[in-house]
């Protein structure tokens, strides 16, 4: 398999995950609402703890690797500022898909990153799908849930979700063929995915992982970040 076949392959097993979390909502796993409730916060937690190492251990670093640093921290705070001002627009916006919107305006940039890392580094362009991939089963799930909460038809919604998973692929050649081999242009798109992603995470998912007299969904978060770390490890 040559390379480009691999990216179109590391791309689309990065967007799957979508349609792997709105499959798994539409089974009920307990007919306690509290185990369910717990289940689905431990895995918001586990989606949040693979977020905050994609920020931690790839995307910071590799910005900081590949630009100076007076850059990264504006691409940075552009970021957070850019993903505060759409999170507004969703809230006020609050239709059926405003989670799957959310969705997507962190998994383009961070596939568009991946085609243009592939080229530069095969091993951390796969390892940046699984990160992908890894947060996107839980916004998958969650997307679901808020879509059929609202009256959505759910064999729709699925069809929906199914069509997202294919958008990775243009987004990622996209990087490829007009970012590979530009160090900063690539630095400052991670730098400001990550300023977004952690802007996030301590505004919209972060709130829901707790649960009162319950540890298990914050500790998802912890076992989330393992994974990714031995992710890392495993790729490096």
Not at 21 to 31: E, N, P
Not at 118 to 123: E, K, L, Q, S, V
Not at 178 to 183: E, F, R, T, V
Request: charged share 10%.
């Amino acid at each position: 398999m040559n390379n480009l076949s691999q990216l179109i392959l590391a791309c689309y097993l990065a967007g799957f995950p979508i349609i792997v979390g709105g499959l798994i909502a539409t089974r009920r796993w307990s007919k306690n609402h509290h185990i369910q409730n717990i289940g689905m916060r431990f895995v918001i937690g586990m989606g949040a703890g693979l977020l905050l190492a994609a920020v931690s251990l790839v995307l910071i670093p590799q910005g900081l690797s590949l630009h100076p640093w007076q850059g990264v921290v504006i691409a940075f705070l552009l970021g957070s500022a850019a993903f505060c001002a759409m999170d507004r627009l969703i809230t006020a916006y609050s239709g059926p898909h405003s989670q799957m919107i959310a969705m997507l305006i962190d998994y383009l940039p961070e596939t568009v990153s991946l085609g243009a890392i592939f080229a530069h580094d095969h091993r951390l362009g796969i390892f940046l799908a699984f990160i992908i991939g890894a947060q996107n089963l839980p916004e998958g799930f969650n997307a679901y849930h808020e879509a059929i909460g609202a009256k959505n038809s759910p064999g729709k919604t699925l069809w929906l979700m199914f069509v997202l998973t294919f958008l990775g692929i243009p987004a990622g050649l996209l990087g490829h063929y007009l970012l590979a081999g530009h160090d900063a242009p690539i630095a400052l798109l991670m730098t400001f995915s990550a300023g977004g992603i952690l802007y996030l995470i301590f505004q919209d998912i972060a709130p829901l992982i707790r649960l009162k007299n319950n540890w298990l969904p914050v500790f998802g978060l912890c076992i989330g970040f393992a994974i990714a770390m031995t992710a890392h490890q495993l790729t490096i």
